[in-house]
C-alpha cells in the first residue's frame, strides 16, 4: 500500500510560480517512476511531467520550457516547479507514484488525492 500525499498548490495570478510537493508513503521502498498529472474541468486527466529513477524525464509539451520536476529519492519526495503560469494550467494536479518500470506509467501508479491549482488571468 501507498500513501501519497500533496501539497503546495493555490490560487496564483499569471505569470506567477507555483512549487508542488509530493511525499511518498507505505511499503515500496523505492519507486522507479515519480510523476505528475492533471485534469481541468470537462477534461481526461492527462500527464504533465513524469521523472524515472534512471535519470530519465518527460514533459506535456504544453508544459516545457516552464516547469520542471525533481525528486528526492531519499525522502521518496517528488517537486513540481511551475513557471510562468497560465491559465490553461488551471486543473486538480495529481502525484503518481510507479514502483517498476512500466510502458504506461498512468495507468500502471498509485495516485494521490490531488491538489487545485488555480491560475487567474
Known amino acids: 500500500q501507498v500513501q501519497l500525499v500533496e501539497s503546495g498548490g493555490g490560487l496564483v495570478q499569471a505569470g506567477g510560480s507555483l512549487r508542488l510537493s509530493c511525499a511518498a508513503h507505505g511499503s515500496i521502498f523505492s519507486f522507479y517512476g515519480m510523476g505528475w498529472g492533471r485534469q481541468a474541468p470537462g477534461k481526461q486527466r492527462e500527464l504533465v511531467a513524469h521523472?524515472?529513477?534512471?535519470?530519465?524525464?518527460n514533459y506535456a509539451d504544453s508544459v516545457k520550457g516552464r516547469f520542471t520536476i525533481s525528486r528526492d529519492n531519499a525522502k521518496n519526495t517528488v517537486y513540481l516547479q511551475m513557471n510562468s503560469l497560465k491559465s490553461e494550467d488551471t486543473a486538480v494536479y495529481y502525484c503518481?507514484?510507479?514502483?517498476?518500470?512500466?510502458?504506461?506509467?498512468?495507468?500502471?501508479?498509485?495516485w494521490g488525492q490531488g491538489t487545485q491549482v488555480t491560475v487567474s488571468s
Open positions: 503518481f507514484v510507479n514502483a517498476y518500470s512500466t510502458p504506461s506509467p498512468l495507468a500502471d501508479a498509485f
Open positions: 521523472s524515472t529513477s534512471d535519470g530519465g524525464t
